[in-house]
């Protein structure tokens, strides 16, 4: 550990925590292998077992090892779901369904659409936009909360199909809409809000990924506005790039 | 703050400091305003002042907000920085420079290639890789950490060049190469190692957004492999989209 990190006065557990996530991450500790024992990791960094302990717990809740009784602490799988960016691509095809799949609609309602949905849209700031909140599950594991809006002039109907179909494709298509293209996406990360940690199922300093993303018609005209929180330790975003050779 | 949130036993100061982030992340709370006094937050928690004091150090530590003397704690304008990816965008231009910069190389070494690198440049494992670690600053803030691999043989003067130009099109082009392409992106985002957080100028707990890239010749070649960690906290990822019009 570095004096540098040692003088901000950061406490040693995080720090502990810190070099066996860097362990983990960069590849030197796999998934199933065993982590060293707070005896080991104490000696190593020079702390008492209660600090090693507190840096191996503080792992745990972030999901990133798991003990089991009597032969010690384990990096987890993690399973680790692709979700493919790109021009055509949806959710659920990237992770092998049929449909865009939406997730279970946790609420929705009609409202004045805030001034920077509005412009999204293309609508009058204040006009009416349905909001659709919906979380995504993989396996029984929740992946992803997404808030969608959508113009109620364009899609009145639009929350009532989601929930019927749980796909965006399907109610789109309920609603004549046969193709759409992602125009925008924006990337950023930050630490899960208390609620996006309880809805997602992650522990105490988790974080996610935010996608902000604008759907059109082929011609242009704006569809669904999204913003897409994903449970980082869960996810990984491969963005499409064109083949040069254009094919 | 959540009754789940409250039963994992996660301290309040933290809770406290997450509702404050969400205000901010959410847009209740906008870059130059002020925070409520430790006093207003104690109350509206019900906390006392010592564990409101400590909710602002811990935002204030990721430079989210920051106190001024006499006056306040205010949320800081946190310039965020655009970084498109797309398949001819560079790092610079899209920050608005001239040429596609690496930024300042710390540390270069010709040495054999780890597996997973040696299969994505396409050479044989343990064949000579130049390895270039660079660190990108703008307006003197660091942005991103970047750690460059490439094929030794077909480029073994790279490092110098990189030392030399400060630019990867420009060393490139000193060693004959005029264009190349992504290939591939992928994003992640994780906790800062410690010596991320040292060269990135980020506080405890703070994120990277974390970049694996391939570029390659027109031809599909493979020429790069690099792995960027970006500061989450200044830096949105553009994804750029093809216009399906075909434009």
């Known amino acids: ?66 003990s089991r009784r009597g032969s010690g602490t384990f990096v987890t799988g993690g399973s680790v779901h692709i979700h493919r960016i790109g021009m055509r691509t949806r959710l659920s095809t990237s992770l092998g369904d049929r449909h865009s799949a939406a997730g279970r609609v946790l609420e929705s309602a009609t409202e004045p659409a805030p001034a920077d949905v509005a412009a999204r849209l293309g609508i009058a700031p204040g006009a009416p936009a349905v909001r659709v909140e919906a979380l995504r599950t993989v396996d029984g594991e929740p992946l992803a909360l997404g808030t969608r809006w959508f113009d109620a002039a364009r899609l009145p109907d639009i929350a009532a199909a989601l929930r019927r179909t749980s796909s965006v494709t399907a109610a789109l298509r309920a609603s ?62 491969d963005i499409e790039h064109p083949d040069p050779a254009g094919a």
Request: aromatic content about 4%.
């Open 1 to 66: 550990m570095s004096d540098s990190a040692r003088a901000t006065g950061y406490s040693a557990w995080r720090l502990i925590a810190e070099e066996l996530r860097a362990d983990i991450t960069e590849g030197r500790l796999h998934a199933g292998d065993r982590l060293p024992t707070e005896n080991a990791l104490a000696e190593r960094f020079g702390v008492n077992r209660h600090t090693a302990r507190q840096a191996i717990a503080s792992l745990a809740a972030e999901g990133i090892v798991e």
């Open 176 to 237: 004549g809409i046969d193709d759409y293209v992602r125009a925008s996406t924006v990337v950023a990360a930050r630490h899960a809000t208390t609620s996006e940690a309880a809805l997602l199922g992650l522990g105490p300093g988790a974080i996610v990924l935010v996608t902000e993303a604008l759907d059109t018609l082929v011609d242009g005209t704006p569809l669904q506005h999204q913003i897409t929180r994903f449970a980082a330790q869960r996810v990984r975003l």
